[in-house]
C-alpha cells in the first residue's frame, strides 16, 4: 500500500489511474454537453453527471495530495537530466494546480444561485452562494480555459512518459503502472 523510495504503492498507483479515467471523463462529458439543446434528455442528466464526479475527484484528489505529503515520493531515477527534473516537478505541480482550480470553478458556476449540488442523489455539498458579481460567468472562463490548459498538460504529462519507456527505455511508465524492479 505505501509508497518506498523506489516504487509508488498501490494506494498511490490506484489514485493516479482513476483520477486519469475521471478527468479525462469529465472533460470528454464537459466538452459534449455544452452544445445540448434545453431540449436535449440529457441537458439536466449530463451537468448533474458531471457535478456529481466532480466532486467524487475533489475528495479523490484532496486524499491523494493528503497521502503525497504523508508518504516517501520514489526518487526521481538517476539518469534524468536537471531539465527533465524540473520539468517533471513543475508539470505535476501545475495538473494539481488546475485539477483543484478547475473543480473549485466547477463548484463557483454550479452555486452561485444559492442552490447546493446533489452528488448522486445522495448527498448535498452546501452552497455558499454568491460570492462576487458574476460569479458563474467569471468562473465559468475559469473552468473552461483551466480544463483546455490542463489537458495540454495532461498530454505534455503522457507524452514524458511515453518518451521515457519508448526513448529512454527507463521504469518510469512501469512504476506508475506497478512495476517492481526484480533484485
Do not use: C
Request: glycine share 8%.
Amino acid at each position: 500500500m505505501k509508497n518506498t523510495e523506489q516504487h509508488y504503492g498501490w494506494f498511490a498507483i490506484s489514485a493516479h489511474w482513476i483520477a486519469a479515467i475521471m478527468i479525462i471523463g469529465l472533460f470528454g462529458l464537459g466538452f459534449w454537453m455544452v452544445d445540448l439543446s434545453y431540449y436535449d434528455p440529457w441537458y439536466k442528466t449530463g451537468p448533474d453527471l458531471h457535478r456529481s464526479i466532480g466532486i467524487i475527484l475533489f475528495i479523490l484528489m484532496a486524499l491523494r495530495l493528503i497521502w503525497k505529503f504523508i508518504q516517501v515520493q520514489p526518487k526521481p531515477l538517476d539518469h534524468y537530466t536537471k531539465f527533465e527534473r524540473f520539468v517533471g516537478h513543475w508539470v505535476h505541480r501545475i495538473l494539481y494546480i488546475l485539477a483543484f482550480g478547475i473543480m473549485f470553478s466547477g463548484y463557483l458556476i454550479s452555486t452561485a444561485d444559492g442552490r447546493g449540488i446533489d452528488v448522486f442523489s445522495l448527498i448535498q455539498v452546501p452552497s455558499l452562494g454568491e460570492l462576487f458579481t458574476d460569479q458563474e460567468d467569471i468562473a465559468g472562463l475559469i473552468h473552461k480555459y483551466a480544463a483546455y490548459t490542463l489537458a495540454g498538460a495532461v498530454t505534455l504529462h503522457v507524452l514524458g512518459a511515453f518518451k521515457h519507456h519508448i526513448i529512454d527505455k527507463d521504469i518510469t511508465l512501469k512504476r506508475m503502472l506497478g512495476y517492481r524492479k526484480q533484485k
